[in-house]
């Protein structure tokens, strides 16, 4: 029944390690987001995928790279980890590009060792 | 860039009272929302309030925009132990519709 759900909920995994976290919606939403929270609660956007199309890129490393398979998925694949990569990531849907509300996932916690 | 920054960073208040959290922003906007997120949890939108609008309601919650000020403000009336949480501003930088948050504002309710 969830709206966003991300998985997983937790991922603790050695540096260098490639790891992938997944996020599906199932409102019928066009465009979908990847935000970064770090440790003092900034919330970053990372991409922002329109209709399985790239729209947003901010400056993330290449070692991040997202992945919609439809519209309805948004996936984040993570290459050689690095200890800065600890955050909480946080997947979110909305209607289109233009109307707001969002909706959030509830975040998958990555901690790297 | 960091477009949204919420004032105070940190609340405290007791149950009954009423919170008031600020959030200036830096260039035109279309529109500006708010937010909540409880502690581990993701975020909650709460009310999406447009440049050409100057004040919405929902339930307990007002929410007020200067555009002239680039400042909004949301109130939470006869607070509850439950609206413990961070509250967060959003903004989209020059009308690029792309939400930018600020770090958000910590509200404690002691009950």
């Known amino acids: 029944d969830t709206a966003v759900s991300q998985t997983p909920k937790y991922l603790v995994t050695q540096m260098g390690n490639d790891k992938s976290i997944k996020c599906e919606q199932n409102?019928?939403?066009?465009?979908m987001y990847w935000y970064k929270q770090d440790s003092k609660k900034f919330l970053k956007i990372m991409f922002s995928?329109?209709?399985?199309?790239?729209?947003i890129n901010e400056t993330v490393p290449n070692r991040f790279s997202p992945k919609s398979p439809d519209k309805a998925h948004l996936n984040l694949h993570i290459n050689s980890l690095e200890l800065g990569d600890s955050a909480v990531y946080f997947c979110?849907?909305?209607?289109?590009?233009?109307?707001?509300?969002?909706?959030f996932g509830s975040g998958t916690r990555l901690t790297v060792v | 860039s960091q477009q949204g920054e919420e004032d105070p960073q940190a609340l405290s208040i007791q149950e009954g009272e009423n919170a008031t959290m600020n959030c200036s922003y830096k260039?035109?906007?279309?529109?500006l929302q708010w937010y909540r997120q409880n502690s581990g949890r993701g975020l909650v939108h709460l009310i999406l309030?447009?440049?050409?609008?100057r004040e919405k309601h929902s339930g307990r919650l007002r929410v007020t925009l200067d555009t002239s000020k680039k400042s909004s403000s949301l109130l939470i009336t006869a607070s509850r132990a439950a609206d413990t949480a961070s509250y967060f501003c959003?903004?989209?930088?020059?009308?690029?519709?792309?939400?930018?948050f600020g770090r958000g504002t910590s509200l404690i309710v002691h009950p």
């Open positions: 979110a849907s909305s209607p289109n590009q233009v109307t707001g509300g969002y909706t």
């Open positions: 409102l019928g939403h066009d465009t």
């Open positions: 995928y329109n209709n399985k199309e790239l729209i």
């Open positions: 260039t035109s906007i279309n529109n």
């Open positions: 309030i447009r440049s050409n609008e």
């Open positions: 959003a903004t989209d930088e020059g009308g690029s519709y792309i939400p930018t």
